[in-house]
């Protein structure tokens, strides 16, 4: 891929060459300035390792660690915290061109990047594909992502809209499977970013709490909160799609998190609608523009979605902060990089919702940006070209 690195910085350029729209470039360069092709390309590719985080209350990280290594794994496990376990992520490779291609959305263009087969609802397009047919896995920009064998055809994919439809057999990346694995079947391992594990490491919470999730699908972080309190007190999660949070449930149930209860709900007017909640802590992880996921295929979030998604984040910091008990422990958690869904929305709590930012534990980022008092650099951030990952973390104390 050709680069812009030795010359200045031109968003239209950059634009052209990543396929990143230039909005959202504007967005990001106010952060990174002339870091941000190295951030960029960093976006297109899934890092080098990929994390799953053992279920301690199923087993140890050493028993799954050396399951998974008998397994044929090159499992590693973190050095500061002892559930997240690794492995190495390998690639980039070449694809072989095929003579007929299939056209799968931007969500499993991404999943496929790093190996995963395409299941019928993911494909946008196919063309006469019959069973057994080699085919190439493109994105909705025509972009090869990988190469595969149809196991159904075109009749079926987009008559049944169910089931495997292509399995790969050679893509851009390679990263194991786990899901799988019967350590995963039994509830031992959920797969998981670093940053995330952490997120639910800085809100620390212990056993016996009473201990909010506001926006808790597809359950890892919630299930994770459960794991840290020892299936003791109890953990109260939210989210307005009954779907979703039904998967959630099943997820919490694989992993055995007796001390769960769900709801369908609008996190935003708890406040109103349950006048007694007052839990110690409460995790805000509301929806973002996911900038920071990789790979990316594309992205062209607009400047006007990041700001209403901004806006949206702010009312769920609003109802945490007038529900967490007095001196309670608020944490805030996005996968993106712009100022006004990180720093600036930190800020917003800490001026207009009587939080005080506090640091944090652990601290495996970088300090977040300064901005106005300086307060912000307590935040914790993840940067795509340093950390494989793109993610903020906030932490608040409510005050008396």
């Known amino acids: 891929m050709k680069t812009a690195s030795d010359r200045p910085l031109n968003l239209r350029e950059l634009s052209e060459i990543y396929r990143f729209s230039e909005e959202t470039l504007g967005e990001l360069l106010p952060v990174y300035g002339s870091e941000l092709e190295a951030v960029v390309r960093a976006l ?10 053992v279920n301690t209350l199923k087993a140890t990280p050493e028993n799954v660690k050396m399951r998974l290594a008998e397994r044929g794994f090159d499992v590693s496990q973190h050095e500061s915290i002892p559930e997240a376990l690794w492995v190495p992520i390998e690639g980039p490779f070449e694809v072989p061109e095929c003579l007929k291609k299939v056209m799968v959305d931007k969500f499993t263009a991404e999943s496929v990047l ?37 196991r159904m055809n075109e009749t079926q994919i987009l008559t049944f809209r169910k089931g495997l439809a292509i399995e790969v057999t050679e ?65 109260i999660g939210v989210d307005r799609n009954r779907r979703k949070t039904e998967g959630t449930m099943e997820t919490c149930t694989r992993l055995g998190c007796s001390n769960v209860t769900l709801f369908v709900h609008d996190s935003r007017y708890l406040s109103a609608d349950f006048t007694t909640l007052k839990p110690d802590r409460i995790l805000v992880d509301p929806p973002c523009s996911a900038i920071g996921i990789m790979p990316k295929v594309y992205e062209y979030a607009p400047k006007s979605e990041i700001e209403a998604l901004a806006r949206y984040q702010k009312q769920f910091l609003e109802d945490a ?37 506090k640091a944090q534990s652990p601290m495996l980022g970088d300090k977040a940006i300064s901005i106005d008092n300086g307060s912000t650099e307590q935040c914790q951030r993840f940067h795509p070209h340093k950390h494989a990952a793109g993610f903020f973390i906030a932490c608040f104390e409510r005050r008396a």
Not at 115 to 142: F, H, Q, S, T
Not at 178 to 189: A, H, K, N, P
Not at 327 to 353: D, F, H, M, P
Request: with cysteine.
């Open 171 to 235: 893509s851009k990346y390679r990263v194991p499977s786990f899901r799988e694995t019967r350590e995963y079947l039994e509830g031992l391992i959920y797969p998981q970013s670093l940053p995330a594990i952490v997120t639910s490491r800085v809100l620390d919470p212990k056993p016996g709490e009473v201990v909010l999730d506001m926006t808790c699908a597809p359950g890892g972080k919630l299930s994770h909160i459960s794991q840290l309190m020892k299936n003791q007190g109890r953990v």
């Open 321 to 357: 902060s007038k529900i967490v008990k007095r001196s309670g422990k608020i944490v805030y958690s996005v996968c993106t990089l712009t100022l006004q869904e990180c720093e600036r929305n930190a800020l917003y709590a800490a001026t207009t919702c009587n939080l005080s930012i």
């Open 114 to 150: 790093q190996g995963a087969n395409v299941y019928a609802p993911g494909i946008a397009r196919c063309n006469r594909i019959k069973m057994g047919d080699n085919v190439n896995i493109i994105d909705d920009e025509g972009e090869t992502l990988a190469s595969g064998i149809a």
């Open 44 to 53: 297109k590719s899934p890092g080098k390792r990929y994390f799953v985080r």
